[in-house]
């Protein structure tokens, strides 16, 4: 965790707090996890949470914020560590790894917002093949026409392959790299609702994520691997 997502990690906390407890029940709840209280300089629960975990370890932060609810470690998996090893091996994947990152942390806490940063970590992927190979983007910077662009790159495409499991697998791939643009489009905060939009919940959340995951990661592997090779 880098510093500017344990200050907003403190900002989620200290808006919670504000709305749930007094500020005697902020000092009693915060002195378990070893932060001594203080005067409030000012009459704002929210500011003087902000104060109190502004010297907090970010091992105190984590935890208390799993235990509001605001933060879920579970979502992480296998595949979901090895994709953030390999986002951590170049720079040009700084910008996917902040979205990936982001997506975790909202999973639980909101959901609709996890969903969008899911789908921007895997076009942020996408480009940074591109920025690496020196390749323009497509006119339409969104999933369809970036998966359109990189997969030939990478020979995924569906239609280059023989074999009709190969073909199957890749395009189920495809379908869901493209899907996940569509969720963000309807369902993320990214965009605009209507009164009557679904709103969607945790499980989609992790949904959008581990499907992330999946075609994130065996995109970058699949990079990886050519170059090497």
Do not use: W
Request: net charge positive.
């Amino acid at each position: 965790m880098n510093n500017l997502e344990r200050l907003e990690l403190i900002n989620k906390i200290a808006y919670h707090l504000q709305g749930t407890m007094t500020f005697a029940d902020i000092n009693a709840y915060l002195g378990g996890y070893g932060i001594k209280p203080s005067s409030p300089s000012l009459n704002s629960k929210r500011i003087y949470a902000q104060e109190q975990l502004i010297s907090a370890s970010c091992k105190s932060v984590k935890n208390i914020a799993q235990e509001l609810g605001l933060y879920n470690f579970n979502i992480e998996n296998i595949s979901s560590k090895m994709l953030t090893n390999i986002l951590n091996t170049n720079k040009a994947y700084q910008v996917c790894k902040k979205d990936f990152e982001k997506a975790l942390v909202e999973a639980d806490a909101d959901p609709a917002s996890a969903i969008g940063h899911a789908s921007s970590t895997l076009e942020s992927i996408l480009k940074s093949i591109l920025d690496i190979k020196n390749i323009s983007y497509p006119n339409d910077e969104s999933l369809s026409p970036l998966v359109k662009k990189v997969y030939p790159l990478l020979n995924l495409s569906p239609d280059k392959h023989a074999d009709s499991d190969i073909k199957r697998v890749l395009g189920g791939l495809s379908n869901v790299a493209i899907g996940l643009g569509v969720l963000r489009t309807k369902y993320s905060t990214f965009h605009g609702k209507g009164v009557n939009n679904l709103r969607l919940g945790k499980r989609h959340a992790r949904l959008a994520i581990n499907s992330l995951t999946t075609v994130g990661l065996f995109i970058l592997e699949t990079y990886r691997e050519k170059i090497i090779n």
